[in-house]
């Protein structure tokens, strides 16, 4: 495997060793996984317009376990759990719509009860793993930290609620924690989120070369020990 810019991947297919270009859909994804003695699961993509037909979808870490490259993932999991009634911390929540307003930008779910309360239900796909605990998020960008602010200020709102849902695209890991090394400041913002009342949940994937769902529950880890970079 060799990676010729950030959005794509040079693989071999097995078992001819056809060498072809596969679309990355999160360039910042993984950079210590994507290495050239890594093995990569690819896709045929449909006839879109891309330069590349094939999209990268599993690469396997340390250890064997399998990562899911595809951070759109997270959001589709999400949904059809909410519509199997599948995530406890959501019991009696609806989906009202997708795609809801929040500030400048958008949040993925707009939730309600049978009472008409409203909750605005971020999501947020986490592969970054360090000594067993998932690291979010992957690089220091602004919206990352205004998405919880955001999300502090509808808790504000009378009959308004606000979540933030990580899934970690992989199943080898026992909590989720911010990462301070990256962006000391998300950290902070995510704890003030936390007191100011919006819910924090954490799940990690089961996959498999043939399916990838929602798995167990994992702690939020607010106070984890950070881990410092450069």
């Known amino acids: 495997m060799a990676r010729p810019n950030r959005f794509t991947l040079r693989v071999a297919l097995e078992p001819e060793e056809t060498e072809v270009l596969a679309h990355l859909e999160h360039p910042d994804t993984l950079p210590d996984l994507l290495q050239a003695d890594r093995r990569v699961w690819v896709r045929a993509t449909p006839d879109d317009g891309r330069r590349t037909e094939w999209s990268a979808a599993l690469v396997q870490a340390d250890g064997g376990a399998l990562v899911s490259l595809q951070p759109t993932l997270a959001t589709e999991l999400v949904q059809a759990a909410l519509e199997a009634e599948c995530i406890d911390e959501l019991d009696g929540w609806f989906v009202e719509r997708t795609e809801a307003p929040l500030g400048r930008s958008r949040v993925e779910f707009q939730l309600s009860t049978y009472a008409g309360d409203k909750m605005l239900l971020a999501v947020q796909a986490v592969t970054r793993v360090r000594g067993g605990v998932a690291r979010y998020p992957d690089s220091a960008q602004e919206q990352h930290r205004r998405r919880l602010l955001d999300l502090i200020d509808i808790t504000n709102r009378p009959g308004w609620h606000a979540s933030v849902i990580f899934v970690v695209q992989r ?34 994937c089961q996959l498999t070369l043939e399916e990838t769902m929602l798995g167990l529950p994992i702690p939020v880890d607010l106070w984890d020990v950070p881990i410092r970079t450069g």
């Open 171 to 204: 199943n080898d890991v026992q909590a989720v924690a911010p990462d301070e090394g990256i962006d000391p400041q998300f950290a902070d913002a995510l704890r003030a989120a936390e007191s100011s009342g919006v819910r924090l949940i954490g799940r990690r």
